[in-house]
C-alpha cells in the first residue's frame, strides 16, 4: 500500500473535518445563544472523531495484513510443499513474497513460485484498495455522525482535553509497555533456561564454561559468579576513577569557575559523554591498554594490554562527565543563604565546601554515584574490547577477565539455537542484570528525592 | 501608598519621637564621644558597569547600634556587605573607596579576608541555619577558627552563645535536633548566636526580621538591644519603627548617595534634608 497516499487521505480529511466542525458551530452561534466551546475545538473534535475509525482500520490491517498474505501464499503454494517443516516453507514464503516485490530472487524460479508471485501481487493490490476504501469510507461515515453531534451546548473543549488527555497516557504507555514485555521475555526464556540449569547452579556456580551447543545441551558449566565478580571489578575500578574526578570538577564548575570559563568547560566535558562506547572501546585496546602494559613492565608489574585495569579506566574517563554533570547540578542547588552563612562566618571557600556544601548535597551525590554504577555494570563495547574476554575468578586486576554484558555478546553471536542452555543463558544472565541495574537506579532515585524535599 | 497606611505611619512618627525622647535624650551626648569602630570613606560600589553607591562616607560608633534605613535598592544592603567584604562573592562587583576597621584597612590586599569576617560577624535576612543540629550550628565558626581546645570548651561557647542569643531556654534539651526544625524566629535567633559564638566586634545584620512575624521581630529587637552593650551592631532595615526602637544613629540612603547620617531621633525628629523629611514621615518609599 502506498503510504503517501494513505497520508494524503488522512490529511484530506483531517483538514475537512476541522473546517466543517468550525464553520457548523460558527453557524450555529447566535446572539441569543452562545457556544459552549470556541469554534476551533469544535474543529478539533469532528476531525478527531472523523480520523480515529480510519486509523483503526490502518492499524488492524498494519497488524493482521502480514498473517493474510501468508495465509494467502500457503494456499497458493504446491498442497505437498505447504506439508512440509518451517524450515523448508518459510524460505519458500520469502521467495513468493520476493517475487511479488519485483525485487527477484536468487537461484532458478520455478513456475508455481511465479504463478503464486503473481497471485500475491493481485492480492496485494486488491487488498491494498479495500483496505484505503473502507478507511475513506469509515472517515466518510464517522465524519457525517460526527457533524451532527456540533450543537450549541456541546462541550467540545471539555471533549478535545480529554482526549488529548488519552493520546499523552498512549503515549506514555508505550515506553511503560515496552520495559514490561523485555522484563517478561527476559523471565520466560529465563526460566526456560532453568530448566537446564539449576539456579542454585548458576548463581553460586565458580566455574563459566558454557562449551557449544554442538556438544550437547547441559553439558557445560554455567556459574555466574566468575562473571559477576568481573562486573563489579571493572565498575569498581571505573568509579574508582570516575567519582574523585567528576566530582572534583562538579565542585570546580558550580563553586569556583567563573561563569565564562563554566560555559566553555561544561559543554566541553559534556562531550566526552557523546562519544559512542565503541570508540572507547578501541581507545582503550589500542592506547591505554599498551600504555599500561608499558608502563606496569617499568616499575616491574606485569600487567596485560586488555584486562580489568584497563577497561576499568576507560569506563571511568567514559563516567566522568556523568556524575560531573548530576553532581554539578545538585551543588548548584544548595541554597545560596547557606554558603553566604558560611562564608559571613570566616569560613574559606574549601571550608564551606567540605562542611556546608557536601554534607548537604551528600544524599543527590550519593543518587548520582549510584546511577553511574549502574551505567558502569551495563555499559558492554568497552570491555568486549579491552577486557580480555577471559571468565576465571581472579583477584588481580592486571588480568583479563570478562563481565556479565561480554558474555552475553558472546552467547548471542554466531550460530544460535534458542533451544539450547548456551543462547539461553544469556537470558538468565540479562535479567540478573537488569534486576541488579533496577535496584540501583530505585536507590537512587529515592536518594534524589529524598534530596529534593529538604529544600523547597 | 494608601490613605491608610500614611494615618499609620503618621501615628508611627508620633510614636518614634515619644520612644526617642524618652530612652535616648540623656545617651546621645554620651554617644558623640564615644570611639569609632568602622570608618567608610567615599565608597563607591559598582556591579559590572552599574554604579551602586556613590562616595558614602560614615563612622560606625562602638558597642551602639547604627541602622541603615532608605527605600528598596537605594544601595543600604550592598554598603553593609562592603563592611565584611561579602561582595567579593558577587561576580562582577567592585568596591573603590577605604573602610578601616579599628584603623586598619579593609580592603588592603594585604588583609586576611577569612580573619577579617571572624571579627565582622553577618545576620541574613533570611535565617539560614545549616543543615546540621543546633549545636553543630553554632559550634561551626569556633571549630573553624580553632576557638576551643577541646570539647568542654567547644561546649561553654555553644551554650554561652545560646544564652547571649536569648535561645538556650527555649532549646537546650534538643541541642541535638536539626536547626532547620525550629520556628523561624528561633532560626534566626539560631544565626545570631552563631555568628556571636566566634566573638567578633560588628555584627552587620541585613533586614535580619523581614521574614519574622511581629513577636518574633519583637524578641530579635529586644536582643539586639541586649548585645549592644558588647557588640557593635549595624543594621539594615525597612521598617523605620525598627530603626528608631533599636538604634542609637540612623544612616538614610537613597538611590545609592547616603543622604544623612546622624542620631537617631534627630534624623526622625529634625532630618536637616528634605529627602529624609519626606521619607521619614511616609512621603515616598
Redesign the interface.
Known amino acids: 500500500m502506498n503510504s503517501l497516499t494513505v497520508a494524503a487521505l488522512l490529511l484530506v480529511f483531517l483538514g475537512l473535518a476541522y473546517q466543517q466542525g468550525w464553520s457548523l458551530s460558527r453557524r450555529l452561534a447566535t446572539p441569543e445563544g452562545r457556544l459552549h466551546s470556541r469554534p476551533a475545538y469544535h474543529g478539533s473534535l469532528v476531525a478527531i472523531w472523523t480520523v480515529a475509525p480510519a486509523l483503526l482500520i490502518l492499524a488492524l490491517w498494519a497488524l493482521f495484513g502480514n498473517t493474510a498474505s501468508r495465509a494467502f501464499i500457503i494456499a497458493n503454494l504446491p498442497a505437498e510443499l505447504a506439508d512440509q517443516p518451517a524450515s523448508v516453507i518459510e524460505p519458500a514464503i520469502q521467495r513468493v513474497r520476493q517475487i511479488a516485490s519485483g525485487f527477484g530472487v536468487a537461484g532458478d524460479v520455478q513456475p508455481y513460485e511465479t504463478a503464486a508471485g503473481q497471485a500475491l501481487r493481485q492480492f496485494q493490490v486488491i487488498m491494498s484498495a479495500t483496505v484505503l476504501a473502507a478507511a475513506a469510507a469509515f472517515a466518510a461515515l464517522s465524519l457525517y455522525f460526527a457533524r451532527r453531534r456540533v450543537a450549541l451546548r456541546l462541550q467540545a473543549r471539555n471533549e478535545v482535553e480529554r482526549l488529548v488527555g488519552y493520546l499523552l497516557l498512549a503515549c506514555s504507555a508505550v515506553a511503560v509497555l515496552t520495559t514490561l514485555g523485555i522484563v517478561l521475555s527476559l523471565v520466560f526464556e529465563a526460566a526456560r533456561f532453568f530448566t537446564f540449569v539449576s539456579p542454585a547452579d548458576f548463581f553460586f556456580g565458580t566455574v563459566w564454561n558454557p562449551r557449544f551447543s554442538t556438544t550437547g545441551a547441559g553439558s557445560g558449566q554455567y556459574g555466574l559468579l566468575p562473571l559477576l565478580w568481573g562486573t563489579v571489578m571493572v565498575a569498581a575500578i571505573a568509579m574508582f576513577v570516575a567519582l574523585p574526578i567528576g566530582l572534583m570538577t562538579a565542585i570546580y564548575l558550580s563553586q569556583y569557575a ?2 565564562r570559563v563554566r560555559n566553555f568547560v561544561k559543554p566541553v566535558i559534556e562531550i566526552l559523554a557523546g562519544i559512542p562506547t565503541i570508540v572507547y572501546g578501541f581507545f582503550a585496546l589500542v592506547t591505554v591498554g599498551p600504555f599500561l602494559a608499558s608502563a606496569g613492565a617499568a616499575v616491574g608489574i606485569d600487567i596485560r594490554a586488555t584486562s580489568a585495569l584497563t577497561a576499568g579506566i576507560v569506563m571511568g574517563i567514559m563516567i566522568i562527565p556523568f556524575i560531573s554533570s548530576l553532581s554539578d547540578d545538585i551543588l548548584r542547588q544548595v ?1 545560596r ?12 571557600r574549601s ?1 564551606t565546601i567540605k ?2 556544601v557536601l ?2 548535597a551528600l544524599p543527590g551525590i550519593v543518587g548520582a554515584f549510584l546511577l553511574a554504577v549502574s551505567r558502569a555494570i551495563g555499559e558492554t563495547m568497552i570491555v568486549v574490547l579491552a577486557a580480555g574476554n577471559s571468565p576465571f575468578l581472579r583477584a588481580n586486576p592486571g588480568e583479563p577477565i570478562s563481565t556479565v554484558t561480554v558474555t552475553i555478546v558472546n552467547q548471542l553471536t554466531g550460530d544460535q539455537d534458542f533451544a539450547s542452555p548456551q543462547s539461553l543463558v544469556a537470558f538468565a544472565l540479562g535479567l540478573t542484570l537488569f534486576v541488579m541495574t533496577l535496584f540501583l537506579n530505585m536507590a537512587a532515585l529515592y536518594i534524589v528525592r529524598r534530596f529534593r524535599e ?1 529544600y523547597e | 501608598m494608601t490613605h491608610n497606611q500614611e494615618t499609620d505611619t503618621a501615628a508611627m512618627n508620633m510614636s518614634t519621637s515619644q520612644f526617642i525622647e524618652d530612652q535616648v535624650t540623656g545617651s546621645s551626648r554620651q554617644l558623640n564621644e564615644m570611639k569609632t569602630r568602622v570608618t567608610a570613606r567615599d565608597v563607591n560600589v559598582f556591579y559590572g558597569a552599574k554604579q551602586a553607591l556613590f562616595d558614602v562616607s560614615v563612622n560606625v560608633p562602638d558597642k551602639s547600634v547604627i541602622a541603615f534605613i532608605g527605600p528598596s535598592g537605594c544601595g543600604k544592603s550592598t554598603f553593609l556587605r562592603c563592611l ?1 567584604r ?1 561582595n567579593d ?1 558577587i ?1 562582577g562587583c567592585r568596591v573603590e573607596g577605604e573602610i578601616r576597621l579599628d584603623g586598619q584597612d579593609v580592603y588592603d590586599p594585604k588583609i586576611d579576608v ?5 571579627r565582622v ?2 545576620v ?1 535576612q ?1 535565617p ?5 543540629s543546633i549545636f553543630e550550628n553554632v559550634a ?2 569556633p571549630k ?2 580553632g576557638l576551643a581546645s577541646n570539647k568542654t570548651d567547644l561546649e561553654e561557647i555553644v551554650v554561652t552563645s545560646l544564652k547571649k542569643a536569648s535561645l538556650f531556654e527555649e532549646v537546650k534539651d534538643r541541642l541535638h535536633e536539626p536547626g532547620t526544625g525550629l520556628s523561624g524566629g528561633q532560626q534566626q535567633r539560631l ?1 545570631i548566636a ?2 556571636i559564638a ?1 566573638s567578633p566586634e560588628v555584627i552587620l545584620m541585613d533586614e535580619p526580621c523581614s521574614a519574622l512575624d511581629p513577636i518574633a521581630t519583637a524578641k530579635i529587637e529586644e536582643l539586639i538591644d541586649e548585645l549592644r552593650a558588647n557588640f557593635t551592631i549595624a543594621i539594615v532595615t525597612h521598617s523605620m519603627q525598627q530603626a528608631a526602637r533599636v538604634s542609637q544613629r540612623t544612616a538614610f540612603f537613597h538611590l545609592g548617595v547616603l543622604v544623612e547620617e546622624g542620631p537617631t531621633e534627630q534624623i526622625f525628629t529634625a532630618p536637616s534634608d528634605k529627602r529624609t523629611q519626606d521619607y521619614v514621615t511616609g512621603r515616598f518609599g
Not at chain 1, 337 to 348: C, E, H, N, V, Y
Not at chain 2, 114 to 118: D, F, G, I
Not at chain 2, 128 to 132: A, D, I, M, T
Open positions: 567563573r561563569p541554597p543563604a547557606m554558603i553566604d552563612g558560611s562564608i559571613g562566618l570566616g569560613a574559606t571550608e562542611r556546608v554534607p548537604a529538604q | 565584611n561579602m562573592t561576580e577569612v580573619e577579617l569576617r571572624a560577624g553577618m541574613f533570611k539560614n541555619p545549616f543543615p546540621k561551626y565558626g573553624i577558627h544565626c552563631r555568628a566566634v
